[in-house]
C-alpha cells in the first residue's frame, strides 16, 4: 500500500518539476486541464461504469457513507460559520472556500489512487463514489457561493446538465442498466482514451500546486486543510464500518474523503465571488499534507 502511494505522489512531484523547469507556459497545462475534463476522465467513466458488475458492489452502503460524511460535514460548516465569523473575522468569501476546500474532492487523484491499489474493483468503486458525491457537491458549492460569496452565479441546472463527469456518469450507468452494448471498436476507443486520465490527472495536480501561497498560514487555511484530511475522512470510514462494509470498500470511502479538494474550487471561487487566494492556499497545504494523513488514515483503519 506505502509503495503504491509513494508512486502516486511521485507523479504529483514530477508534474510539479515539470511546471516549473521543463514545461513552464500557463497554456499547456490549461490545455491539458481541458483535456482531462472534457475527455479523458468522462471516457474512463463511460467505459468503467458500461461494463461494471453493480450488482457485486455495495453502491446503497457505499453511497449511505459517503452522504453521512458529507452532510454532516456541511451541517457543522454551517453551525460553525456565524461564530467564526464573529470571533476570528472570517467572513462570507473566506467561509466558503473553507466550505469547499472541506468537502470538495480532487476525483483524478481518488481514482488514481483507486486503480493503483485495487486495480479495476478500485476505479469501479470510485465511479460509484462519483456518481454520488459529483451532483451533491456542485449543487452545495454553488448554494454556498450565492449565499455568501460576493459575486454572482450562472445556472445551478445548466452547470449541473454540462458537467462532463456528470455526463460521462450518466452515460455510463444507462448502459449498463439498460444492457445496451456499444459496438468493440467503440469500447475499445473509450478505454485507450480512458486510459490516460489517470497519469495526467496526477501530473496536472502537481502543475498546480502554488508554495507561494502558504507564506501566510491563519485559522482559514488551517481549518480547511484539518476538516477536509482528518475529520471528513475519520466520519466516512466509520460510517462505512457501522455500515457492515469492509477491505476496499471502506478504503474507497476513505480515499475519496481524505483526498485533496478540486482544482475546480478555485476556478467557482473566482467565478462566484469567493475568497480565490485562500481557495488556492488550501488546495496547496492539503496535497502538501496528504502526504502524510493518507497513509495514517490506511494505518488507523487497518486498510
Not at 112 to 135: F, K
Request: charged share 10%; proline share 5%.
Amino acid at each position: 500500500m506505502i509503495s503504491a502511494l509513494i508512486a502516486l505522489f511521485l507523479v504529483i512531484v514530477a508534474g510539479h518539476v515539470a511546471r516549473r523547469l521543463l514545461l513552464p507556459d500557463p497554456t499547456i497545462w490549461s490545455g491539458g486541464e481541458k483535456i482531462s475534463y472534457y475527455i479523458l476522465v468522462p471516457a474512463l467513466l463511460i467505459e468503467t461504469l458500461a461494463k461494471a458488475k453493480l450488482s457485486s458492489v455495495p453502491v446503497g452502503s457505499i453511497a449511505m457513507a459517503l452522504l453521512a460524511a458529507n452532510l454532516t460535514m456541511a451541517t457543522l460548516l454551517l453551525l460553525i460559520r456565524k461564530p467564526i465569523e464573529t470571533r476570528f473575522q472570517i467572513h462570507g468569501p473566506a467561509f466558503t472556500s473553507i466550505f469547499q476546500g472541506s468537502l470538495r474532492w480532487n476525483a483524478f487523484v481518488a481514482l488514481a489512487m483507486a486503480g493503483n491499489l485495487y486495480g479495476e474493483a478500485g476505479v469501479t468503486l470510485a465511479a460509484v463514489a462519483m456518481a454520488v458525491l459529483i451532483p451533491v457537491l456542485n449543487v452545495q458549492s454553488v448554494w454556498v457561493l450565492r449565499r455568501h460569496g460576493s459575486g454572482q452565479g450562472g445556472s445551478l441546472l445548466r452547470g449541473l446538465a454540462t458537467n462532463p463527469f456528470i455526463l460521462g456518469i450518466t452515460i455510463g450507468l444507462t448502459l449498463n442498466l439498460t444492457g445496451l452494448v456499444l459496438p468493440q471498436a467503440m469500447m475499445s476507443a473509450l478505454d485507450m482514451v480512458g486510459s490516460g486520465a489517470l497519469g495526467l490527472g496526477l501530473l496536472l495536480v502537481g502543475a498546480g500546486l502554488r508554495l507561494e501561497d502558504l507564506r501566510r498560514p491563519n485559522l482559514a487555511l488551517m481549518l480547511g486543510v484539518g476538516l477536509r484530511l482528518t475529520l471528513l475522512p475519520a466520519i466516512g470510514g466509520l460510517a462505512a464500518l457501522a455500515l457492515g462494509l469492509a477491505g476496499p470498500a471502506v478504503a474507497i470511502v476513505v480515499i475519496c474523503l481524505a483526498v485533496p479538494t478540486a482544482s475546480a474550487s478555485y476556478v467557482l471561487a473566482r467565478q462566484m465571488g469567493g475568497d480565490a487566494p485562500l481557495m488556492a492556499a488550501i488546495l496547496t497545504a492539503q496535497t502538501l499534507v496528504s502526504f502524510l494523513t493518507l497513509p495514517a488514515l490506511f494505518v488507523i483503519f487497518r486498510l
